[in-house]
């Protein structure tokens, strides 16, 4: 059976600055080296200013993943060499000589089994290599620092996962948890990312590092037990190594550099004292907690009558839950989480889409509201979906100039289903042999109507027309 | 005009008409002009010190509000960043770094219109006590030039002692302004870790590090001390001082205070005679003043010399590590090499000291070997604060000669480390446990000076400096002829 731990990388994209510097924590909206300053290229003589609400994100997150928390936290160098990092030290934790971390010892549960979470900490993201040039010859490496200092919480778990999905699984909680607590937004580019350490019974431990996305480390771990098993089978020795995913052959390769050897000399960092967290800053972030995933579904069910699966995608994420909360009622709750799991979500499947949608808790609320009341019809509440989206007028106004007004007038449809009934002759025949071709009629009228004709009253003057009663 | 005065004559005369600040400085720079080819205490200078001076002048003439300093000339070790200038460390590799900002303690004095007339020699990253590790050159003492000034910031020792500026300011991590200032005559303080800002100070060893005045009296001093202390949102290291006023009460005196005389600085076997005689004198002074003089133990100061190069060696490891010749450093063609290699080639081009602590500060707190050093030395460093916190309870002040012998001359303990090591003995204490201390000059025995050293608790800069204008006041020293 393979034994899994992950070390997740999750950047604090929702804070203001940098870890250590005023710099924007949000580097990606500038060109290259311009998002930099003396303290995040290590300048001689800058110091590190410690960002005191990356702390308190940070300890939000502890706290959220029932890890235990420090009173007093410390930050530690970790010392190497590498093109990316400016002062070539990592400003980070470390619990060898006590647990002085952001938190240890949490859990979390992932369908019916419990994660442990080995420590969570805070550190700064290096800078970014780029690697450029078409050949060996051109081949040149550029470095970018925006990103140098960027907030980063490292959350170790324990070897718990088994298979591959688990993995997956977790790592969609967890995305959703950080969303949840508004502290990121793992859908950024490079926001969140993930390493593994795999190994199976009678194996060592092998890590796998250089992966892009969830989707491509759940590829990895599982062709990396895969590996593992064939060389068990052949009776192979399996070598304790760092093997990087390469992403265009689906395959891990072993790094060949002998990283177990790698030496941080790790001492405290001196240029930022020792920070307390008292009792009352923790009671405070815990009053502020925003309302779990599980309790948010929970409510949901309890309170609306949603069903459990609607509710579940709904309290997942952060965008649609928020839009839900603000445009429900006691009475049209249930038919609002419909809307948006059924229509919106399909609509706004996008960071950009998102961004730019005019879509307001109102509209969803008159939307729901105007169906109810068979005002227009849900294929006509489509449409004006569509144009709220895009230029975020009122329902009414929408209605009027899409004319999408319900036809619900008795005399209108009937001459409308006349026309068709005319059109459609083969139809109407074979109606007489198979009564399912009524619906195929139906759908020809509400082509006529652009959807606006009231379907029970269609059918049943169909219906009558054909002389099926 | 005598450029030998102190600050609060200079600030006097100033203010009497005596001179103008342009004058002054004039005449600063030719003295420099005529002496500094055999001291060597400056790196650089400030272009734009004259049009400075005429622009107070102004100022002064038309009634304007002027700062405390007055225009007066001050000297910067050239480990403190001035924006748009070179700030070198006395380092090959940082030959050609400009600073773009200027750091804390620097612009309070530019604040108050001190004038930063130039940047001062200094051993390598300020690794040394004699400025013979600087990549541009040794200083001289001018009290005999065949002498070392002491280190690391000698450059600023020299200025001030030579009348080249009116004071300067140094950094101290384990005796570098206490220790020149000593060797060439002149009052340096180490305050308490935290009391001045280090923004803008080139990172030696970070944990120890420390800025201050080095002046001709203690009320300067007292007076530099004023400006530049206090909290700084640009260092988390800082320590809010309420504004202290450390001139206020300074001649208080030392009556009826109980000092400890610490008998591992004055044991017979380390000093040399001159300095012995002149500790015994030193404390009959004290008790001449009032003071009760007892001897008193410092046990792990045994073992401060030994921690304090294990400390220091290893955080001067970690914030060195970023001059890997990729975004300042020398001329060195990078073909044919790959990364570490090539980093390992162009920082092997560093300095003798600088190198040794590079590969001291390598090893000491690696995975196989923390435990035996790196670990211990701070339990060395913690034992010896929980003992020094003890012996405040009971003592007012501790005292010992600033340095155990007095200058040595040039290449004499160069390439003997150990013995240059035992250099510091009495001066790491101070910064292993974040105290203030002073050396005061007290002797010039056989041409060559001799400082005391007074120690005082955390944060009790006003009582030492009460203690070192006492003990000042009770000395009358020959000026140094140059």
Redesign the interface.
């Known amino acids: 059976m393979a034994k899994i731990g992950l070390e997740i990388h999750g950047q604090l994209t929702k804070l203001e600055s940098k870890l250590f510097c005023p710099c924007k924590a949000d580097y990606r909206q500038f060109e290259p080296n311009t998002n930099i300053c003396p303290i995040c290229m290590g300048i001689p003589g800058s110091l590190p200013l410690l960002n005191r609400t990356a702390v308190e994100k940070a300890t939000l997150i502890a706290m959220a993943l029932d890890c235990k928390t420090p009173h007093k936290i410390a930050f530690f160098r970790k010392n190497y060499f590498y093109p990316d990092l400016p002062k070539n030290f990592q400003i980070t934790q470390l619990n060898v000589y006590g647990n002085t971390s952001i938190g240890w010892e949490g859990k979390i549960s992932v369908a019916d089994k419990v994660i442990r979470i080995r420590r969570i900490q805070l550190e700064e993201d290096p800078g970014r290599l780029i690697y450029e040039g078409a050949n060996e010859k051109t081949k040149v490496t550029l470095v970018d620092y925006n990103r140098a200092g960027t907030p980063l919480v490292e959350i170790v778990t324990e070897p718990d996962f088994e298979t591959p999905h688990e993995v997956r699984e977790f790592l969609n909680i967890l995305s959703d948890l950080l969303e949840n607590l508004n502290v990121s937004d793992p859908g950024l580019e490079g926001a969140m990312r993930a390493d593994a350490n795999v190994s199976i019974e009678g194996g060592s431990k092998v890590e796998i590092k250089n992966i892009g996305s969830f989707h491509d480390l759940e590829k990895a771990v599982h062709f990396e037990i895969t590996r593992q098993q064939s060389l068990v089978e052949r009776k192979i020795e399996i070598v304790q190594e760092t093997r990087h995913w390469d992403d265009g052959r689906k395959i891990t390769v072993s790094a060949r550099t002998k990283e177990e050897e790698a030496e941080y000399r790790y001492h405290l960092e001196a240029d930022i004292p020792w920070v307390r967290i008292n009792d009352d800053t923790k009671n405070q972030l815990q009053t502020h907690m925003p309302e779990s995933i599980s309790s948010k579904k929970e409510r949901y069910v309890s309170k609306y009558g949603i069903t459990s699966q609607v509710a579940d995608i709904l309290a997942s994420d952060r965008y649609f839950s928020e839009l839900f909360e603000n445009a429900k009622n006691q009475t049209n709750a249930k038919d609002i989480a419909n809307m948006i799991t059924t229509d919106i979500m399909g609509l706004l499947d996008t960071r950009k889409k998102r961004e730019t949608s005019k879509l307001s808790s109102e509209h969803l609320s008159d939307l729901v509201e105007y169906i109810k009341s068979n005002k227009i019809t849900r294929a006509s509440a489509k449409l004006a979906l569509d144009e709220i989206i895009k230029n975020g007028k009122s329902l009414e106004e929408i209605i009027n100039d899409l004319d999408l007004g319900h036809v619900s007038d008795k005399d209108e449809l009937s001459n409308i289903i006349t026309q068709v009934l005319n059109e459609e002759a083969k139809a109407v025949k074979d109606a007489k042999l198979n009564p399912e071709i009524v619906n195929f009629l139906v759908g020809k009228v509400m082509q006529k109507t652009r959807g606006k004709a009231d379907p029970e009253l269609t059918l049943s003057l169909l219906k009558k027309s054909l002389g099926f009663d | 005009m005598n450029l030998g005065i102190s600050a609060l004559q200079y600030v006097n005369s100033i203010k009497n008409g005596d001179f103008t600040v342009e004058e002054f400085i004039e005449k600063s720079f030719e003295r420099i002009k005529e002496i500094d080819d055999k001291l060597h205490a400056f790196l650089s200078f400030n272009d734009i010190a004259l049009e400075k001076a005429k622009g107070i002048d102004r100022q002064i003439s038309s009634n304007q509000k002027v700062g405390q300093c007055f225009g007066m000339p001050i000297s910067v070790k050239d480990n ?2 001035v924006e748009g200038t070179k ?1 070198t ?1 006395a380092s090959k590799v ?1 030959e050609n ?1 400009v ?3 200027t ?1 804390t303690a620097v612009s309070r004095l530019d604040a108050e219109d001190a004038i930063i007339i130039g940047k001062t020699n200094l051993d390598e990253f300020a690794m040394g006590l004699s400025t013979e590790f600087s990549a541009y050159g040794p200083s001289k003492n001018p009290w005999n030039i065949d002498y070392v000034p002491g280190g690391s910031s000698g450059g600023s020792a020299v200025s001030v002692s030579a009348n080249e500026c009116i004071a300067s300011l140094g950094s101290d991590t384990g005796g570098s302004i206490r220790n020149p200032a000593s060797f060439c005559s002149i009052v340096g303080l180490k305050p308490t870790y935290g009391l001045v800002s ?6 030696y060893a ?2 120890l590090d420390q800025i201050g005045p080095m002046t001709k009296t203690v009320k300067d001093s007292a007076f530099l001390l004023n400006i530049i202390s206090g909290v700084d ?5 800082t320590i809010d001082n309420k504004n202290q006023d450390y001139l206020k009460n300074i001649d208080a005196g030392i009556a009826g205070k109980k000092i400890g005389i610490v008998t591992e600085m004055t044991n017979p076997d380390g000093l040399s005679t001159g300095v012995l005689n002149a500790t015994n004198d030193a404390i009959k002074k004290f008790e001449d003043l009032g003071a009760n003089c007892e001897q008193v133990s410092l046990g792990m100061s045994k073992y401060a010399v030994a921690a304090y190069y294990t400390i220091t060696s ?2 001067a ?2 914030n060195l ?2 001059y ?1 010749n ?2 300042y450093g020398y001329e060195f063609d990078s073909s044919g090499f790959e ?2 290699s090539y ?1 390992s080639q162009a920082r092997s081009k560093l300095g003798p000291e600088v190198v040794r602590r590079m590969i001291v ?2 090893f000491v ?3 196989g070997h923390a435990g035996k050093y ?1 670990l211990k030395a701070l339990k060395v460093k913690s034992k010896l604060i929980t003992e020094i916190n003890h012996i405040f309870k009971k003592f007012d002040y501790l005292i010992s000669p600033t340095v155990p012998i007095q200058p040595f001359k040039f290449g004499e303990k160069i390439n003997d480390p150990v013995s240059f090591m035992l250099v510091d003995f009495n001066t790491v204490t101070a910064n292993l446990t974040g105290i203030p201390a002073i050396s005061v000059p007290f002797k010039i025995e056989d041409g060559l000076p001799i400082g005391i050293q007074i120690m005082a608790n955390h944060m009790d800069e006003h009582s030492l400096l009460q203690a070192a204008y006492a003990l000042e006041k009770t000395v009358s020293l020959p000026e140094v002829e140059i």
């Open positions: 403190m960043c700030t460390c940082l770094f600073s773009p900002y750091g280090r923004f803008g100070l080139v990172s970070n944990s949102h640009n260092d988390n290291t290893t955080e490891g970690s590590a970023r890997d990729i975004r990364f570490n980093i500060g390598g707190p690696s995975a790196f």
